[in-house]
């Protein structure tokens, strides 16, 4: 049999011909160096902590889709706000889960002064004044129907929607709340929001837009923890973006900022990095992903399985979400974040 030989080149280029001399690896050698040349960093202050509160007294109430996550009653909430400060996570954002006979078609109890979402705020600001409260104006936690906003002959209706999100912004407000963030994409409620807070003489409460809502298969657990899973009727495609659309994104963040906006949102985050990007270079304004329940769960359940590094993963998120432009997230591991920045 012959021996296959293979020839040799006589002009072969060296590694340092083909790069031009240029060894990118030189940087990667130490952990020194790694450090050194980091492009994106990390810290305590991207965090803002999503909480989920209940009503009643001593109640930590495990979430089976959101392992490691608890529904707290007020009391509980005002502990955890007491270490979220400690760590130094500047900011909580908070999400009812509303007793289901005070929720009613049009989410009337929204308007209560002494709601859930209202009696907390207050209880965490006088024991924690130094922490940030967002509290959400949309009116899925308060609906019977798990919808966003007020339903009529089976329609979502706009207008009506946008009055009562922004005359629960200025309850919102008055309870404690420094940033309001109304979630539920309707048209023009920004502006209402801002005229009514305004007016109210809540000029220095800000507004986080949920500039981007998409309409995502990420927010099963979410709908779990504020108990309104098993009430939605239908979707809501109506009203949130869908997931194929970019240029729409823009536009939508483009009125939301026209309409008085002081920070914008990208919910959910990491299936949507391009358009935190694109919103982040367009707009210029502080820009926010919400890592939402699905992306929270997902992490948890295969690091549970031994199918990834559950702590790797989750701090490897934060740092794409610091990379395509975001100065601040919203995520359910904030806590243990914080403790690993710190520790």
Known sequence: ?????????????????????????????????????QETRLTVDDLIWPIFVVDGERRRDPLPSMPRVERFSIDVAVKEAERA???????????????????????????DPDNLINRVTRA?????????VITDAA????????????????????????AQVAAASVLQAAAGADIVAPSDMMDGRIGAVRDALDSAGFQDVAIMSYATKFSSAFYGPYREAIGTSGLLKGDKKTYYLDPANAAEAIRETEQDVIEGADMIMVKPGMPYLDIIRQLKDEFALPTFAYQVSGEYSMIEAAAANGWIDGERAMMESMLSFKRAGCDGILTYFAPRVAELLKG
Do not use: C, Y
């Open 1 to 37: 049999m012959n021996k296959i030989t293979r020839p040799v080149a006589t002009s072969a280029r060296t590694v340092d011909e083909i790069t031009g001399g240029r060894r990118l690896r030189r940087m990667r050698r130490a952990d020194w160096s790694r450090r050194m040349v």
């Open 85 to 111: 400060a400690k760590l130094g996570i500047p900011a909580l954002a908070i999400f009812p889960n509303v007793d289901i006979a005070l929720r009613d078609q049009t989410g009337s109890h929204i308007l």
């Open 124 to 132: 965490i600001k006088e024991a924690v004044p130094e922490i940030g």
């Open 139 to 162: 009116l899925d936690p308060f609906t019977s129907h798990g919808h966003d906003g007020i339903l009529r002959d089976g329609i979502i209706v706009n207008d009506e929607t946008v």
